[in-house]
């Protein structure tokens, strides 16, 4: 905890001195530029960081740390806790990315939680009598259930790199599913606005809406027992209860009643991947990030080597300039994402070409500073031989310098809104992030082709970009986000806002943001970017439209044993919590 007097004392300088910032009176030796005290400012510690998009979850992780636990005890428990509290994305019935950093053997661990396409997945399966996709069987229906992964994950995490019980970890989020919490007001609006999505099956309807199909209201208890018998039972029992137990029977049971194909075999046979990472430099720093099937490390690294090429700096932050040459990277990454990118075990992703610098280089040539290259003059390149080699995240940092940067979905928010009956938890829509039909646009209006085609047992492509920023060697940065195909471009942005604007991390996630994915050819805008700044970008022939929202990001920024964090704001609730600042 820093002390007192140090902040008193930093306000006079402050006062006295503008350039003399909290870091530099805490410690001198710190890079300032991540800790001036500017419009925003992080949560600082120097005994770890947890920050999530839910403030309770953010809390039972620091509480974790302040135990002694480590960044996968708390990532873990955190993970539990959001399936509990956070039910638009955190999840029992999903699957997702974690990148876990082991300072003691100096390594990164990729593992791949995602969901898979069940046996009897095929290729048309979503497909009517005219050729058409069924967007009601590809998002709000149990067939649209990839076989969760979220269970074994997390049991993976904790017990090949954690330290405390496996009941431990899940104790939190038991007592919170059955001693109930005051329903947050985000949460309740939320039950409003997906009304229709949520009521339509009644095991759903039942644990979110009243008799008379009232929502939980703001401040109203929400004790949810049947999702802590569930939660009993995976604690007891282990994850067997989840893929072979009385879980395992109640989710083929509701498969069965529903139009799910998913069967006891493909809970049986579900198993967790461990990945090599992706990894890539900018300006110095290495960045660290999951492989395929998530498309985001990948595309935040070409991105990167693409922007290498230029002085971002100098144009400044929130300059039509920075923004254009952003969008013309963000242009050529997601056109190949559309045709490169896949499960790897079932199609050859050409990750080293797609992360080289020679590529970047390359792309970087064909940006005009001065034009918005339509996207239909834009497609995927052609891979030549090389040799190298609605969703929720959260970043966790532990003072022993291990980190964490997880991850996981249902896919939309609260997945298909389909609870399965007695066990108190929704099912995935992830099979949506399958190419249903080449060339038609998913849930984000992205494309796919045939690397990205329904298998059984394909895992869909990702674009969950769970990342770590090293500096000298040490974790500098974690960061990832949710928010479908603007999770990756979100997360580009807050590691240029630190490396090339020098924000701090509060700053650079709130900074706002811009998306291109190619197709639609459409510059999304964030409220907030200078209609000087919007006149200057259609004058380059960019075709602007303002988008719901920008991805949301749960940042940790760490340097000489001081940890920064930020959750973003633009969702409600989320935060940073240390564990020497919780009651
Ligand atoms: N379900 C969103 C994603 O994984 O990209």
Redesign the pocket.
């Known amino acids: 905890m820093l002390p007192r007097f140090i902040l008193v004392f930093t306000s006079m300088l402050m006062l006295a001195q503008p350039v003399i910032t909290l870091a530099q009176a805490v410690n001198p030796a710190i890079n300032p530029s991540l800790y001036k005290l500017n419009i925003q400012t992080p949560v600082i510690s120097t005994e770890g960081m947890v920050a999530t998009q839910d403030k309770i979850a953010s809390r039972i992780g620091a509480q974790v740390l302040a135990n002694g636990g480590n960044a996968v005890d708390a990532a873990v428990a955190v993970g539990f806790a959001l399936a509990v509290a956070h039910q638009s994305a955190g999840n029992l019935g999903g699957g997702g990315f974690m990148l876990v950093y082991l300072a003691e053997e100096d390594r990164t661990i990729a593992i791949d939680y995602r969901e898979v396409a069940p046996l009897a997945a095929h290729r048309d399966m979503y497909l009517d009598e005219q050729g058409n996709v069924d967007i009601r069987k590809t998002r709000f229906s149990f067939a649209s259930a990839g076989v969760p992964g979220t269970v074994l994950g997390l049991h993976h995490a904790l017990s090949n790199y954690g330290t405390i019980t496996w009941q431990q970890a899940i104790a939190p989020a038991i007592k919170l599913a059955s001693e109930g919490f005051l329903m947050p007001y985000d949460f309740s609006s939320q039950l409003h606005m997906y009304k229709n999505r949520l009521s339509r099956h009644p095991a759903t309807k039942d644990v979110y809406y009243g008799d008379d199909g009232t929502p939980i209201a703001p401040s109203e208890l929400f004790v949810q027992e049947d999702l802590a018998r569930t939660l009993k039972m995976i604690s007891d029992e282990g994850p067997d209860a989840f893929y072979h137990g009385e879980i395992a029977d109640m989710i083929v049971a509701e498969m069965e009643r529903g139009e799910g194909i998913i069967t006891h075999e493909d809970l049986a046979t579900y198993s967790v991947r461990e990945r090599e990472t992706v990894r890539g430099t900018y300006r110095g720093y290495d960045i660290v990030s999951m492989p395929p099937p998530s498309s985001g490390g990948l595309h935040i690294i070409q991105m990167l080597n693409i922007l290498e090429n230029f002085n971002l700096s100098k144009m400044g932050a929130g300059s039509a300039a920075s923004y254009h040459v952003m969008a013309e990277a963000m242009r050529y990454a997601y056109a190949d994402r559309a045709v490169h990118l896949g499960d790897p075990d079932f199609y050859d992703v050409p990750v080293g070409w797609i992360t080289s610098k020679e590529y970047g280089a390359e792309l970087a040539a064909k940006i005009d500073m001065n034009r918005a290259r339509p996207s239909s003059e834009v497609s995927a390149g052609t891979p030549t031989p090389h040799d190298s080699p609605n ?1 929720t995240h959260f970043s966790i940092a532990d003072k022993f310098g291990n980190v964490v940067s997880n991850t996981y ?1 249902l ?1 939309l928010s609260y997945g298909s809104g389909l609870m399965i009956t007695g066990a108190g938890f929704i099912m995935n829509d ?1 099979m949506d ?1 399958f190419s249903a039909k080449p060339g038609v646009m998913n849930a984000y209006r992205l494309i796919g082709n045939e690397a990205n085609s329904i298998e059984a047992g394909k895992v869909p492509l ?3 970009s769970p990342t770590i920023v090293f500096k000298d060697g040490k974790p500098f940065m974690l960061s990832g986000g949710a928010g ?1 195909s603007q ?1 990756i471009s979100a997360t580009l942005q807050n590691i240029i806002n630190v490396i090339d604007f020098d924000m701090n991390i509060a700053e650079a996630v709130n900074f706002p943001r811009i998306h291109h994915q190619w197709k639609p050819d459409k510059l999304y805008l964030q409220p907030g970017i200078s209609p000087d700044t919007q006149a200057i970008l259609r004058q380059y022939g960019h075709d602007l439209s303002v988008w719901e929202y920008f991805g949301r990001t749960a940042s940790v920024a760490i340097e000489d044993g001081v940890f920064f964090g930020v959750a973003d704001p633009r969702a409600i609730g989320g935060s940073a919590e240390a564990p020497d600042q919780i009651d």
């Open positions: 969703t979905t896919n992830e992030d990702s674009s969950m479908g999770i």
